[in-house]
């Protein structure tokens, strides 16, 4: 059985994320419940957008000493919405997006949920697609599935990210190790937050080529 100290650790986390919930203006929810346990944090309850779900989630990974979370906080809606409203929005979205090649993308939508398809050059633009789709009442869930080609030697890869990884000021390279091959990165090492796991990510999927990031690193407080 967990100590009391740890009891009273993963009550002060509990406080933490609830406090950094009530701030963020983007979450309007109240019912919203928050649990920890040994740096895991665990969303449930419900909110009206899939946006405001990212965006709890997104608030949560801020706050220090979280280490993981599981987000099963569920999507209803104010009112429903046909599928073929959904894809149209999502279909528009995308379209009106400079940054989105929407013509490569393809969008099916079955009961709220948005399904997205196709190849791309970059890691941007397919986060830019799933945020197109994201904010698009209705919306319950995403599931990218757009794949990004690798067109870069896997050497050049690894080189670039490190050197990236280096530049940035918020990261101590020197905890993270690179290896890529075929366009797939492994990041290994540790970080101080999640934020930072984030940041180290971020900074794998700029580089030209990179088609999947494997993301082993650890937060440790």
Known sequence: MPTNTQKERDEELRSDVLRQLEWDPQITSKNIV??????????????????????????VKTVYGVEAIANDIEVKPLS???????????????????VVPDEKIKAVVSGGFVTLSGTLDW???????????????????????????????????????????????ELDARRITVAATDGKVYLNGSVRSWVEREEAERAAWAAPGVAEVVDRIAVIP
């Open 80 to 98: 429903s919405r046909l599928d073929s409203d959904i894809a149209h929005d999502v279909v528009h979205a995308m379209k009106i997006n400079v």
């Open 34 to 59: 928050v649990s920890a346990s040994d740096h895991v944090v665990t969303l449930n309850g419900f909110v009206p957008t899939y946006a405001e779900r990212y965006a709890a989630e997104k608030a």
């Open 123 to 169: 890691d941007f633009q397919r986060k830019s697609a799933e945020s197109c789709a994201r904010n698009v009442a209705g919306v319950k869930g995403i599931i990218n599935n757009i794949q990004v080609k690798p067109h870069v030697s896997s050497k050049l890869v690894s080189s670039r990210i490190e050197e990236a990884l280096r530049r940035n000021a």
